[in-house]
């Protein structure tokens, strides 16, 4: 089993840019695929990005292709995620999640993931 925590968040302008980071505990948090979601208000979880064990396959969604970087420190037990050239329509909760059983075909799929952290509010204003 592993706990998540979401940090990082916070309000910034157009353009700016974030790091989130999600912590975990647990000692084979290596061995998890971890996935970004977020969730606008009214609106469902959208898929922004996961990695794999072992950092070496990451995946994004379309639209944060180019502007998001996830990456992993297994030796810290953190997954980070590098948010630049940041828009309003990113404003969101934004929550990592894991899972140490997945499909490769599914790391996009919210409910393909286990474990959640509160998730942590990013604002964008113009």
């Known amino acids: 089993q592993v706990q998540l925590v979401e940090s990082g968040g916070g309000s910034v302008q157009v353009g700016d840019s974030l790091r989130l980071s999600c912590g975990a505990s647990?000692?084979?948090?290596?061995?998890?695929?971890v996935g970004w979601f977020r969730q606008a208000p009214g609106k469902e979880y959208e898929f922004v990005a996961a990695i794999n064990w072992n950092g070496l396959n990451t995946f994004y969604g379309d639209s944060v292709k180019g502007r998001f970087t996830v990456s992993r420190d297994n030796a810290k037990n953190v997954v980070y995620l590098r948010m630049n050239s940041l828009k309003p329509e990113d404003t969101a909760v934004y929550y990592c999640?894991?899972?140490?059983?997945?499909?490769?075909?599914?790391?996009?799929?919210?409910?393909?993931?286990?474990?959640w952290g509160q998730g942590t509010q990013v604002t964008v204003s113009s």
């Open positions: 999640a894991a899972e140490d059983d997945i499909n490769m075909s599914d790391y996009d799929l919210a409910q393909e993931y286990d474990y």
């Open positions: 647990g000692r084979t948090f290596s061995s998890y695929y």
